[in-house]
């Protein structure tokens, strides 16, 4: 499977607790774009890097979240205290240079239950 | 900032029929792509079609097409010879061409689609 993955599916973890997700992008795309998903909601941006370098935050991302990117290859995203409030469908997605094609590619998502 | 707006949360098509989505945008921007994206239960974000901004052709992939309205900002998609394999949420989403900043997409609230026998 050559597409975008994303570990663990699903994680279900207490109040207070530090989460850690992992995405491993489509080999040579240089950009990579984390997002969250509430239910009935549209993917809301939260960070993004190209190759190693995180280039644009949302203010969405508070100081409790931290996305790393080292070697420009896979992606982990940290939320550290989590809150009832962060349960939510995480999404990573990956796009090549945008000179050769501008779409995002997306895994099946992270799903947090914060309990 | 560029918002996008999808006011029908569900839909309901037949098999073999044809189905139309709704999406508005707003921006200030000139330059622009447009896309929509299915997320069938599997919650895997798959691109059904791409628009950009400078062309005025509507875009079409095989039984997919869009009706593109720069100057009303509308976006429809339009499924022709609904399958259930179309059962999904669609998203509507905006992405500001590159800059060289984050070209990230800013999304609607999603359509769910429906297809029965």
């Known amino acids: 499977d050559t597409g975008v993955s994303q570990d663990p599916r699903h994680k279900i973890t207490k109040r207070g607790q530090n989460v850690t997700f992992r995405c491993d992008p489509i080999?040579?795309?240089?950009?990579l774009y984390w997002y969250r998903q509430t239910l009935g909601q549209g993917p809301e941006f939260l960070t993004y890097?190209?190759?190693?370098?995180?280039?644009?935050k949302s203010r969405l991302l508070s100081d409790r979240f931290s996305a790393e990117r080292p070697k420009g290859s896979f992606s982990t995203l940290e939320i550290q205290r989590t809150e009832q409030g962060d349960s939510a469908m995480y999404l990573c997605?990956?796009?090549?240079?945008?000179?050769?094609?501008?779409?995002?590619?997306f895994g099946q998502g992270t799903r947090l239950t914060v309990v | 900032a560029q918002t996008v707006t999808q006011s029908q949360p569900e839909m309901s098509v037949q098999e073999a029929e044809t189905v139309t989505l709704s999406c508005t945008y707003d921006t200030s921007e000139n330059n622009y792509y447009l896309f929509w994206y299915k997320q069938p239960p599997s919650r895997q974000m798959i691109l059904v079609i791409r628009?950009?901004?400078?062309?005025?052709q509507n875009a079409t992939e095989n039984r997919f097409s869009v009706n593109f309205q720069k100057a009303a900002k509308s976006f429809s998609l339009k499924i022709s010879d609904s399958q259930l394999g179309d059962t999904a949420m669609y998203f509507c989403?905006?992405?500001?061409?590159?800059?060289?900043?984050?070209?990230?997409?800013?999304f609607g609230t999603g359509t769910r689609l429906q297809v029965t026998l």
């Open positions: 989403a905006f992405m500001k061409q590159n800059t060289g900043t984050a070209s990230k997409l800013t």
């Open positions: 628009q950009e901004a400078y062309k005025q």
């Open positions: 997605a990956s796009s090549p240079p945008s000179y050769v094609r501008t779409e995002a590619f």
């Open positions: 890097f190209q190759n190693e370098a995180q280039l644009e």
């Open positions: 080999s040579e795309h240089n950009r």
